[in-house]
């Protein structure tokens, strides 16, 4: 019970002092949710961009060529192979001849394929996987190679592999600016506790000759600096969500001349609450950090 | 009456070897009021600072309430003060609180419920007879006034031992009589009292100690 009626008086104390200098507390709340932003509104970018192309582009598929003797047994024999294999999402059929008459089919190749002796086509199957991450995809064009009959196993896989590697550097700069600007809010906050404690040096004093614990007198400065990571942290979201809807309107208007559909995402509610999370979280460190430097030379 | 405080052989030694305390023995009971006398720099804050742990001996050994105070973990150094009352020579009050407020520091401290708290605070401020000056700043406060609160906070805990350094400094001899007058009430309800001063015939009929460039001469 003391312990709760010691928390309350602590997070009175805090926001009390976050009151007693409006200013100060206003523009390092603005410091933290810019900082935080930054991050957040990349990684938001990054993921809608991720979405559009996914989205815009064909689904990646391996296509199976069987051997040119395959019987229709063997064709039977593969395609319930595939039918039973649960990393496969479908796949279809092309007989010889299917493929035969698209190719006729095609100007400029029709006349070709007239003068050839015989059907050059095997009969092949396009699967397409569930997962289409590139390490699946190879990991099943593996399985699959391994099929009776099957002469070549082509990965239609090319641009996922571009995407992902675009997909992995466009996160690693996130993460390298979020940890960078996050180091900053640590700075901030041990910054601002530095010149919190020396301006209670006298209340530190009195309040340990009067017998504080050194909880008792750390208390109420980690819940500012927490405080002020969590009002960052909030600012942070706004200024996302704000962003969000704001360019949501022009971005779909550039993707309809491109004869795509786009809807800018914000962040879901998981990460809206992770974000201010992690502001507090990193308001609490700069905070602790800096009482454990200062607050025994007070 | 049982020994409350008890010096055994103590010596304070500040760098780069000056000697505050050497080789002081002596006890207070349970309950008595102690004046400690000598000139400025005698050692009688030091005296104090030992009770209070705010210092350690360089030899022997302080015991309160029969524990070695210099021998006590830093953890458990809180929890010996809340049982001391202490006035200090500077008050060290909280200029930006009220004199309410400075009194409910201690009891904040102590985790007390705001209400019960704030009975005692009152019942402290009317004692020392600044009920009535609860809402101002001590800046506003005289220096008698400042003193009486400075009282008021250290015994709104109702502690077992107060410790008092110097509080007739700076004092006119009416308001220093009138502060000795609250020091003898206390000490009457059997709160044991330690104060330091120049002069001892401020405390008539008290018990002292005098100290001299550390040593005890009397």
């Known amino acids: 019970m003391i312990w709760l009626l010691q928390h309350r008086q602590a997070l009175a104390l805090a926001l009390l002092r976050l009151k007693a200098s409006p200013l100060n507390s206003l523009l390092s709340i603005l410091a933290m949710g810019v900082a935080l932003a930054l991050p957040a509104g990349g990684q938001l970018l990054v993921d809608n961009g991720v979405r559009l192309a996914r989205s815009s582009a064909p689904a990646p598929q391996i296509s199976l060529y069987l051997r040119m003797d395959a019987d229709s047994a063997q064709v039977a024999g593969v395609r319930e192979r595939l039918a039973a294999n649960r990393d496969i999402a479908s796949s279809q059929f092309l007989s010889r001849d299917e493929t035969l008459q698209r190719f006729k089919g095609s100007e400029g190749l029709r006349d070709v394929i007239d003068v050839l002796p015989q059907n050059p086509f095997p009969h092949a199957f396009v699967v397409t996987p569930r997962d289409d991450s590139p390490a699946s995809m190879d990991l099943l064009a593996v399985e699959l190679r391994a099929l009776p009959a099957v002469d070549h196993v082509q990965l239609d896989s090319d641009w996922v592999r571009r995407l992902d590697a675009l997909l992995r550097f466009l996160k690693s700069a996130v993460a390298v600016l979020a940890l960078m600007l996050g180091t900053g809010l640590v700075a901030i906050t041990f910054n601002i506790t530095r010149t919190q404690v020396l301006m209670q040096r006298d209340e530190i004093v009195v309040s340990e000759l009067l017998g504080a614990t050194a909880s008792y007198v750390r208390r109420p400065f980690l819940y500012f600096g927490t405080l002020l990571g969590l009002l960052g942290g909030v600012l942070a979201w706004c200024v996302v969500l704000a962003a969000s809807v704001w360019l949501g309107q022009p971005l779909q208007e550039v993707a309809l001349l491109y004869g795509l559909s786009a809807q800018l995402t914000t962040l879901s509610a998981a990460e809206s609450i992770g974000l201010v999370a992690l502001a507090a979280a990193l308001g609490w460190l700069g905070t602790a950090l800096s009482l454990g430097q200062h607050l025994s030379r007070s | ?218």
């Open chain 2, 1 to 218: 009456m049982g020994v409350m405080i008890r010096f055994d052989r103590v010596a304070k030694r500040y760098p780069p070897g000056i000697d505050a305390l050497r080789d002081i023995s002596f006890e207070i009971a349970e309950g008595e009021l102690l004046v400690l006398a000598g000139h400025s720099g005698a050692g009688k804050s030091t005296v104090l600072k030992l009770i209070a742990a705010m210092e350690r001996p360089s030899a022997g050994a302080v015991l309160v309430n029969g524990k070695n105070v210099g021998a006590l973990k830093p953890k458990a150094v809180p929890f010996l003060r809340r049982n001391l009352g202490l006035v200090f020579q500077d008050q060290k009050l909280l200029f930006d609180r009220s004199a309410f407020d400075n009194v409910m520091l201690p009891l904040s401290i102590a985790g007390f419920p705001a209400r019960d708290a704030s009975q005692r605070v009152r019942a402290a401020l009317d004692k020392v007879g600044l009920l009535g000056r609860a809402n101002s700043l001590p800046i506003a406060l005289s220096g008698g006034e400042q003193q009486r609160l400075a009282i008021a906070r250290a015994v709104v805990n109702r502690p077992n031992i107060l410790l008092v350094d110097e509080p007739t400094a700076h004092l006119d001899p009416d308001t220093a009589a009138d502060v000795v007058r609250i020091f003898h009430e206390f000490h009457r309800v059997g709160v044991t009292t330690v104060i330091t001063t120049c002069d001892r015939t401020s405390f008539p009929g008290a018990r002292s100690v005098v100290l001299d460039h550390g040593r005890m001469v009397a």
